[in-house]
């Protein structure tokens, strides 16, 4: 490879804080117009490598070359003036304000030499950058009225209205549909045609093979190596996340279905779904899968209180019961794992403790007052049960990885005392190996006697952990598969809309 080719060269990065080597001797290379992923799993140095690429944290030792210059990113603002930029998972956006006003918050467009914010060229200007991405967003709207997508599409528009040479991308379909994420993919490629080089930062192996020129992983702050992506596969990349072969991802699962925990008939909610029926037993992981809009969530959303049927029977444990809230769910025993674990499941600033003991604070009190030694022995028992990674229960849930906060949710639906399980969505946004380790209390529950119900976007753990999966498709059950009847076509055929199968059928014709 000729120097020449390169737009970034950071080599010998080493940062250290107290007590921790975040990063260890790393480098990375960016070739011009490429696609480079960064993997690793949470903790393994990813977050601070690129804070200090972009003037957040300053190493320790080692070098940053942009276009074969040395460079000191001594602050956020000298990484902007070098053309680099970064859209985080967790977008930073002003939501009462205009798209417009978005785009160019700090870099305020002026009409020549005239004091003063020209609105007129600042929309003019975001119409421009919006339409080379593909978009028609009115620059006009306000930015908390556009979908996450369409949120990710204005902070690209950010960045190119910065001049950015180097893009940083950090988990961008985490919380995007397929059709958004694909949607997303085609912009992403339309930039590196036009020259822009990008890091990209995703657990999703789809993200990974479908965009990637090559990869880099990092593993407890240290280089393990660069690969161009068509030398490598999943199970090569997960070695080398997690320093070891992981032969049996989903673990095996021997518990048989036991007596019905749940009973579901009927259940409607006018404009959402209808006529929704299915059966939960103990020891079962039952998934709930289908395209986004098919009317998951909202189903999840009845069983848990957050809103009222229309119609239908909810039996708990032989009772039928009427469900008008979250607390009476849980009364009732039924517990939500929530899609969105930083906003619906945790109070982040909050110890790790009070948020495991929140749902039952009577367990704890000594004379009518909260006993801190009694949440401390309680918080300990399930950070050893389920394995999180903390010093000690006074840690606060958002110094946790993805995967160690995951936990702590689970933890909490175990404090309740129910035996029946909601997970929406339990792997999103966390590595491959706290996948596992979630797959394997799963199953260790299902072995316990709880009965799991895992909604779920990604096939491939449908396939891996369910004793069976029901498949939803415009509001409806459109099929119930055993696990030996499950396969991948099989799957998508049933959650495929009517209109888009017949479509297909008539093309193959």
């Known amino acids: 490879m000729h120097q020449e080719d ?52 300053q190493p320790d030792a080692g070098i940053i070359r942009l276009n074969g210059q040395e460079i000191v990113m001594a602050d956020p603002l000298v990484a902007r003036r070098h053309g680099i930029a970064a859209i985080y998972q967790h977008l930073a956006a002003y939501p009462d304000l205009s798209v417009a006003e978005n785009i160019f918050m700090g ?39 556009l979908s996450v997508a369409q949120q990710q599409i204005v902070e690209i528009a950010k960045a190119l209205s910065q001049n950015a040479q180097v893009l940083i991308m950090d988990e961008p379909t985490a919380a995007l ?45 240290r280089y393990i190596g660069t690969w161009d992506i068509d030398e490598t596969d999943s199970d090569m990349l997960v070695k080398h996340m997690v320093g070891r072969s992981i032969d049996q991802f989903y673990p095996t699962k021997t518990t048989l279905a036991g007596e019905p925990l749940l009973k579901v008939e009927g259940l409607s909610r006018t404009g959402f779904f209808e006529d929704v029926s299915f059966t939960l037993h103990a020891g079962e992981i039952l998934g709930l899968t289908g395209l986004v809009g098919a009317g998951r969530t909202e189903v999840v959303e009845v069983l848990s209180g957050v809103t009222r049927p229309d ?19 849980m009364k009732q025993g039924l517990s939500l ?34 006993s801190p030694q009694s949440e401390g022995r309680a918080a300990e028992e399930y950070i050893r049960m389920l394995a999180i990674k903390a010093r000690s229960g006074g840690d606060t849930a958002e110094s946790l990885s993805g995967g160690n906060q995951q936990k702590v949710v689970i933890s909490k639906l ?36 709880y009965g799991i119900l895992m909604v779920s976007s990604e096939m491939p753990e449908v396939l891996g952990i369910c004793d ?34 017949r479509k297909g059928r008539a093309e193959h014709a």
């Open 107 to 145: 870099n305020e467009q002026t009409q020549g030499r005239l004091p003063g914010i020209s609105w007129k060229k600042t929309n003019q200007e975001a119409e421009k950058l919006l339409q080379a991405l593909g978009s028609d967003i009115d620059p006009a709207s306000e930015m908390g009225s």
């Open 6 to 57: 390169l737009i970034l060269q950071m080599a010998g990065i080493t940062k250290i804080f107290p007590g921790i080597r975040a990063l260890d001797d790393v480098r990375l290379d960016l070739r011009r117009g490429e696609i480079h992923a960064l993997i690793g799993e949470n903790g393994a140095g990813k977050s601070t490598f690129i804070k200090v690429l972009t003037g957040i944290h």
């Open 468 to 501: 069976r999966a029901l498949v939803m498709r415009e509001g409806r059950i459109a099929a119930v598969f055993t696990r030996g009847e499950m396969t991948p076509e099989a799957l998508l055929k049933a959650a495929m809309p009517l209109e888009k199968a």
């Open 414 to 449: 175990l404090t309740c005392g129910t035996r029946i399980i909601i997970m929406d969505e339990p792997t999103k946004g966390v590595d491959v190996g706290s996948k596992a380790a979630i797959y394997q209390i799963m199953v260790d529950l299902a072995g316990e006697g």
């Open 337 to 370: 794992l929530p899609e969105d674990r930083q906003k619906q499941g945790l109070l982040l600033p909050w110890t790790i403790q009070s948020n495991i003991t929140l749902p039952r604070l009577d367990l704890h009190k000594r004379h009518r007052l909260l």
């Open 311 to 329: 119609k239908g029977k909810i039996t708990v444990l032989g009772e039928q019961r009427h469900i008008t809230s979250p607390h009476e769910a």
């Open 177 to 221: 549909s397929l059709r958004e994420s694909e949607e997303l993919y085609n912009i992403v490629r339309n930039l590196k045609q036009q020259g822009t080089s990008i890091i990209l930062i995703s657990h999703r192996f789809e993200d990974i093979f479908s965009l990637a020129d090559r990869v880099t992983v990092l593993r407890d702050g």
